[in-house]
């Protein structure tokens, strides 16, 4: 693809802290090379209101390579842009094209409380999976990998619902700001799995309870999450996810 | 786990949904059968609405009938309760809005508007209850003639009140309108509530998907073409 350069005109949300009540500012941005990321074109900006001597847009990032899950805008009404299975990170700029206007927003959902700008708060989403996404083993060596045997079918789709990095553009994209797809993905990937066996029931009830204290809300299956989500996960995690609950629900001793 | 926890939870009231959902769309089976008895009309033009008044008169007639209209009405209420209580609750999870709106980037417009194409049924149902459910059931009396069949008791013509009821164009356009409520209800509803209450194994879901299609298209459209069929007089009274 042809290299270009581009002018831009940017709406950013800007919110001093959770306190404050926020709003856009308008900024304009020029000679972006196509090539950039769009969390690269948001550092070229940043420079530049630092250099003025203002305050710089803040955002969340850390690995900058789509596996981490932390960078979340919600671009033009879209979370991470328009590109499919895709983060902010790398989501580049020819994506656009000269004199294009980008507003940018932070998740909304009232379980993720803006911290600042475009940064949110998703420690509910760690606090879900405190309440029952991992498995309880002994320490001490560690055993062979191929001590446990695992049908192929159920290692890949275990695989495949392991892969999400815990974004948050699920609930983003939600009308209902369900965190079902999320939530979905956790719970599968141990399900699926003989390590999960042990704590199967009480994990799926412990994290739908979790859930519900955060805050998010039901799932309809409207599939947007799934539309959006960087790494793919489907809805159909949110079915076994039901499966799971209604079984433990209806046999847990509890 | 209590069962008050069970139904509750965000998983739990969506079963709620489900369940509730699935028993109407069995009420609807049966409806639309019934109904359809007016359609024996046209293939024998002294019918005059015998099949579907008889019909209709096994439906009131019976106790155990009778005992399951107070279940089905306790499904209407259940689900159309819990329905509102989703929407609401659902829609204050996200106090601060997006200036820039997803819109239908990644689902379709129906499958969103479950809440107002309920809510359409709803309006649609009051005012089906009051041309028919009231008057077969309650005010019959002053509001239903009766007729004899093979020298047998009288029974209500419910059949020549349809008739007087589908004559005026305007009722005619409700009901067609409910019933483009309702299929776009179903398009979405039928398929959900399979996933809902836990099918994810891909053969049953692309199952559930068509069948949920079909269901949708061929119910509402029957449901449709019984007042059309009246208007236009394909299905009379002599
Ligand atoms: C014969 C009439 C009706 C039938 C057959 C029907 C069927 C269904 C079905 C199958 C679902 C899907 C449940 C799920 O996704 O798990 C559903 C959802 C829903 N229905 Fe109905 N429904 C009817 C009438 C109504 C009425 C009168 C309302 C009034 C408000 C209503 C409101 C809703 C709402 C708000 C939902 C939730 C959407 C969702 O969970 O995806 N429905 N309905
Ligand atoms: S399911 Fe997808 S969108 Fe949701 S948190 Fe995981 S990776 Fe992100
Ligand atoms: S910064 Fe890690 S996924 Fe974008």
């Known amino acids: 693809m042809e290299h270009y350069t581009m002018n831009l005109t940017l709406k950013v949300w800007r919110q001093k802290n959770s306190q404050e009540q926020g709003r856009f500012e308008t900024y304009q941005v020029s000679d972006i090379s196509s090539e950039m990321s769009f969390l690269e074109m948001i550092d070229v900006l940043n420079e530049r209101l630092i250099k003025e001597g203002k305050d710089p847009i803040a955002f969340d990032h850390d690995c900058r390579e789509g596996i981490c899950g932390a960078c979340s805008m919600y671009i033009n009404g879209r979370p991470n842009g328009p590109w499919h299975a895709n983060t902010t990170c790398q989501l580049h700029m020819r994506a656009y094209k000269d004199g294009d206007t980008i507003v940018v927003e932070p998740w909304r959902a009232n379980s993720f409380p803006v911290i600042k700008d475009l940064v949110v708060d998703r420690t509910s989403f760690d606090r879900i999976v405190q309440a029952g996404g991992y498995i309880s083993v002994n320490t001490g060596n560690a055993v062979d990998a191929n001590a446990m045997l695992i049908e192929k079918d159920k290692a890949d789709a275990a695989f495949a619902a392991a892969a999400c990095i815990g974004c948050g553009a699920c609930v983003a994209a939600c009308k209902n700001s369900s965190a079902m797809l999320f939530l979905s993905a956790k719970v599968s990937h141990l399900a699926l799995l003989p390590q999960g066996e042990p704590e199967r029931k ?41 499966k799971e609950y209604m079984i433990a629900g209806l046999t847990e001793e509890k | 786990m209590k069962w008050s926890e069970f139904f509750t939870s965000s998983v739990g ?8 959902g699935l028993f109407l769309i069995s009420f609807l089976i049966v409806h639309v059968g019934i109904n359809a008895c007016i ?67 990644g689902s ?131």
Not at chain 1, 222 to 236: L, R
């Open chain 1, 202 to 242: 009480s994990r799926v009830l412990n994290m739908v309870h979790q859930m519900d204290k955060e805050g998010f809300g039901s799932c309809t299956f409207t599939e947007a999450c799934e539309a959006v989500c960087p790494k793919e996960i489907s809805v159909t995690n949110i079915s076994r996810l039901n």
């Open chain 2, 13 to 20: 009231k969506k079963f709620v949904m489900a369940f509730t």
């Open chain 2, 39 to 105: 359609w024996a009309d046209l293939v024998d033009d002294s019918d005059n609405g015998e099949m579907f008044n008889k019909a209709a008169h096994f439906m009131g007639a019976s106790y155990v009938i009778r005992i399951m209209e107070i279940g089905l009405f306790l499904g209407f209420f259940l689900h159309i309760i819990q329905g509102y209580m989703l929407e609401f609750q659902n829609r204050a999870r996200r106090k601060k809005g997006y200036q820039v709106a997803m819109g239908s980037k």
């Open chain 2, 108 to 238: 379709a417009w129906y499958r969103k508007s479950m809440g107002l194409l309920g809510t359409l049924i709803l309006l649609f149902l009051i005012i089906h209850i009051q041309d028919f459910w009231i008057p077969s059931r309650i005010t019959y009396a002053t509001t239903l003639g009766e007729v004899t069949y093979n020298n047998g008791a009288p029974i209500h013509d419910v059949y020549t009140k349809m008739l007087l009821v589908f004559s005026q164009a305007w009722v005619v356009v409700v009901y067609v309108l409910g019933c483009f409520s309702l299929a776009w209800h179903l398009l979405h509803g039928f398929q959900s509530s399979f996933r809902t209450v836990g099918v994810h194994n891909k053969k049953y879901v692309a199952m559930a998907k068509g069948a949920g299609i079909a269901f949708s298209i061929i119910v509402p459209l029957l449901f449709a073409l019984m007042p059309i069929s009246i208007y236009f007089g394909w299905v009379n009274n002599n």
